[in-house]
């Protein structure tokens, strides 16, 4: 052995001595996102929103902490130790991979998720019950059968239903897995296209031209980052889009009764009060979104071959012109 | 930093050594660059999530994950042997396979695995907390790992692989069947490497598809920081600096996590990363230089 370089070791030790300094009955909450994205970050900013409604102000009486994994998850994992060295009132975990990685770690730090869809498959709860634990969250769950009337009200006559989707997303699986279920029962049939990176997303939403009398698309990451590409194909082959989140249709989708993810990280931020305010996790029931809303695009429709019904216009949140 | 983190780091850092190691014999011994790990570090993650959720023993698991990897090595070695696919392109061939595979072995994109047995449930002694006892099992397989490793690279066909790296044609003469080599040395690499997804899923609460991601970067970075730590030719400080390095590289990561107080950002964590792995290659360097200036 020639030697043992130390000089990066010690510049380690002078970065890891810097320890934030601990500020004695102050509540502190860190949150947690697999990847930085435009619906993850709207979830965290309405969980600091709701908490500072609920008298916890970030920079004064809350320590207010917030890591992305970038998308990896050996740094999701670490990040879940590091939150749970530091012992806050409550740790936020947005999306599937970061949740699993905190509940993992910890039994004891109160943690509450956001953004799963299914909590109870990704087994961070045993139930939808209140349990005893220290986990409970709100799912984004889609009211699937409450967005399929509006399929039918955009497409009365449909009876081929595609959607595109990318199979390596956990969310996007429980919703074509609850769809393979649902159509049948409602005399639809749904034609698949998996997209498994965002530059597929065109030639999967050509593939179904032929085959589809509407597209539908959830909340993929993969299908919302690369939306436009699908728009276009609805438009060149007069196929109508109908999209689960409201952001999409202000970029070329005709409808969707969809989930404002803003809402969604409020709704999670009440919770995490709740926490704070000496709620014990396990006694809270974990919640689903509660908030939807409909939005409609009139131009859309008509450059892909539909026309809203008045009823829908009347009922719409908000018409994009 | 909290003794909690400093664990954490401690025991992410030494189940990516396995992958480190891997990616040593293929990067530096083999000169074989391979980016198979990006699918068998997930291929080795999924078949153990798979087993332990089924109920299988978490060593079979374990054991079965390995031996995943290491087929998914020789066919990568396979393809560059047999069919005069070029090395880099046979290993992303393998790669992007193995991303389907994965998903099929799955039957989705997420296996949790947080209530289950794992390794580090059954090996936990009594009383122990388990963020002490996970670095502390894992010590011991990676030491278990290091030490077979610097045994079998000194045994005659450790040594034929070697020579296969640094002169295939010298090799040859001397009458190594390099290709037979080629396939061995990226068996035992990518095994290392299933065996690490393996331990990585029964730590992390369950098998992700996305968790091949980057796997490659991790372990490269960790390879080259170990060599400017401890830089030796002999096998015995090569395989220790490459666990050093990936130990060193998780901590890095700990660092960046921790230097929000300097008004750093979440998104800035990759490039903080980049900047301390940067500094950790250019210091050894700058003491040779102020070394030399020294008068005789």
């Not at chain 1, 109160?110 to 986990?135: C, H, I, M, R, Y």
């Not at chain 1, 889609?142 to 199979?167: C, E, F, S, T």
């Not at chain 2, 992007?96 to 449930?121: E, H, K, Q």
């Not at chain 2, 920081?225 to 890095?252: C, D, K, M, Q, W």
Request: net charge positive; hydrophobic share 50%.
């Amino acid at each position: 052995m020639k030697h043992l370089s130390i000089a990066p070791l010690g510049a380690l030790v002078l970065a890891l001595a810097a320890v934030s300094p601990a500020l004695a009955q102050q509540k502190s909450v860190a949150v947690t996102a697999i990847v930085e994205h435009p619906a993850l970050d709207a979830v965290r900013d309405g969980v600091q929103a709701a908490l500072k409604d609920a008298g916890f102000e970030a920079g004064k009486n809350l320590k207010w902490q917030y890591q992305s994994a970038q998308g990896n998850t050996g740094t999701a994992a670490q990040i879940a130790r590091k939150f749970i060295g530091d012992q806050p009132d409550a740790i936020v975990a947005i999306a599937t991979p970061s949740a699993q990685a905190v509940v993992a770690a910890t039994k004891a730090v109160p943690v509450v998720f956001s953004a799963v869809t299914d909590p109870v498959a990704a087994k961070l709860l045993a139930s939808w019950e209140p349990g005893k634990g220290n986990v409970t969250g709100v799912s984004d769950l889609l009211a699937l059968d409450k967005q399929m009337q509006l399929l039918r009200q955009v497409v009365p006559n449909a009876k081929r239903v595609g959607i595109v989707y990318n199979p390596g997303e956990a969310n996007s699986m429980v919703v074509v897995k609850q769809l393979q279920k649902l159509l049948p029962t409602l005399g639809l049939t749904l034609v698949e296209a998996a997209a498994p990176r965002s530059v597929d997303v065109g030639s999967a939403a050509r593939s179904l031209v032929g085959k589809v009398d509407v597209i539908y698309t959830n909340t993929d990451n993969n299908v919302v980052s690369a939306y436009e590409a699908l728009v276009k194909v609805g438009q060149d082959a007069k196929i109508p889009m109908v999209a689960a989140d409201t952001d999409s249709v202000k970029r070329g989708a005709v409808a969707a009764y969809g989930i404002n993810y803003r809402d969604l990280g409020e709704q999670t931020g009440r919770m995490v009060a709740r926490i704070l305010n000496g709620e014990k996790p396990g006694n809270i029931k974990p919640e689903v979104s509660t908030k939807l809303e409909l939005f409609v695009n009139p131009g859309a429709a008509q450059r892909q071959g539909v026309k809203l019904p008045d009823a829908l216009l009347k009922a719409a949140a908000q018409i994009v012109e | 930093m909290s003794l909690f983190s400093l664990l954490g780091a401690i025991e992410i850092g030494l189940i990516f050594s396995l992958v480190a190691l891997g990616v040593f014999i293929s990067f530096r011994l083999l000169r074989f660059p391979d980016l198979t790990v990006d699918g068998s570090f997930p291929l080795g993650g999924a078949v153990c999530a798979v087993l332990i959720s089924s109920g299988t023993n978490p060593w079979l698991a374990t054991l079965a994950a390995t031996a995943a990897g290491a087929a998914a090595g020789v066919l990568t070695g396979w393809l560059n042997v047999k069919l005069r696919i070029m090395d880099l392109l046979a290993s992303i061939l393998v790669m992007i396979a193995l991303y389907s595979v994965n998903l099929r072995i799955m039957g989705g994109p997420n296996v949790p695995l947080i209530n289950d047995a794992t390794l580090f449930t059954l090996l936990q002694p009594e009383g122990m907390p388990d963020y002490v006892a996970r670095p502390l099992i894992l010590a011991a397989i990676v030491l278990l790992a290091k030490l077979a490793m610097d045994w079998f690279f000194s045994t005659e066909r450790g040594l034929a692989i070697r020579a296969t790296g640094s002169n295939a044609r010298m090799a040859r003469a001397q009458g190594v069947n390099t290709g037979a080599m080629v396939l061995l040395g990226m068996a035992v690499s990518n095994g290392l490497v299933g065996l690490g997804g393996a331990l990585f899923v029964q730590t992390q609460g369950g098998a992700d598809i996305s968790m091949g991601i980057g796997t490659i970067v991790i372990g490269l970075a960790a390879v080259i920081v170990g060599e400017s730590l401890l830089p030796s030719r002999r096998i015995v400080h090569a395989t220790l600096a490459v666990v050093l390095g990936a130990v060193v590289y998780r901590f890095f990561i700990a660092a960046a996590l921790n230097s929000e107080f300097i008004g750093l950002k979440a998104q800035d964590l990759n490039l903080v990363t980049a900047v301390l792995v940067a500094v950790a290659l250019v210091l050894p360097q700058l003491k040779n230089k102020l070394a030399r200036r020294k008068p005789r």
